[in-house]
């Protein structure tokens, strides 16, 4: 008898847990890429509510429990708000009624990388979901620069972006070539990395090399192709003169006879 009321307890309580988790947060993304410039969506819906009255969103990072965002009584609550997100973040007023948590995010940048968390609570309950965030920056068209020696070339590629990139230069044939690679902080921009990569062209002669540079999360691959030609057409020149040199006395014989010969005519 005992038992049997525990065990249909047990079946109310599992009852109850089941609907329970009929309220869901979730996140549709679990890694998200905020990129340079553009607003950062960080989604997060929940099981819709019958009012916004006893809805309650909070965006947390997931390190510090800093708070991003804060809704409840049917409006943005914002005076516990930590202040490197002011004036960056909104909710989407008109899609909460429909369960859309989602967090517009502006002006992201290297440090907001991190572990967020989306909770909702509404009077059918309360539940979590946490996301990812990273960022990056599409690398800048590279601006080539050729430095000349006396026997050898260094050729430079400026570039900014976010993050460190995976850079290669290959020769005519495909083979990797040796360069040196530097990446700093951007001089303009605290979220910006500048990239700094040369290579060394030891000798006099034609090449054909390519700069490429892959940003990874972006998927931004960069390929900038370098010809240098070398000019052995200047003995050609070199040769041209000389004859112009044996020419010119030939010439100069020539003129003096047709007057010499103008001049007898005349007498
Ligand atoms: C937020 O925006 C308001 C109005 O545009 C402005 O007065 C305030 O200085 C901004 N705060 C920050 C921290 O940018
Ligand atoms: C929630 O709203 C954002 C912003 O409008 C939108 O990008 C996203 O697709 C919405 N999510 C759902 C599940 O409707
Ligand atoms: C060149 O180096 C990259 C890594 O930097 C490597 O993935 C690739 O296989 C190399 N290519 C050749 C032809 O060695
Ligand atoms: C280098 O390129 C120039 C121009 O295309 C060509 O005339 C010359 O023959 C090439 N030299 C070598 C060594 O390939």
Redesign the pocket.
Known sequence: MFHQHISSLFIVFYLYRWNGAAFEVRV?EKQVVAVHRSPA?L?C?FTPPPTLQDTVVTWQTVADQRVLHSFYYGTDQLDRQSPEYKNRTSL?HK?LLSG?A?LRLEGAGPRDTGKYLCSVSTSQGTDKAELQLSYAAFFTEPQLSILAHDSTYTLQYESEGYPEPEVRWTDALGKNLTHSTQVLQSDENPNLLKLLTYVVADTVKNLSWTLIVVNHPLGQVIERPVRLFYDDQRDHVDCSRERLALLCPVAFCVIGLIILFWGRTKC
């Open positions: 549709p969506i989604g819906t989407y899609q859309n989602s």
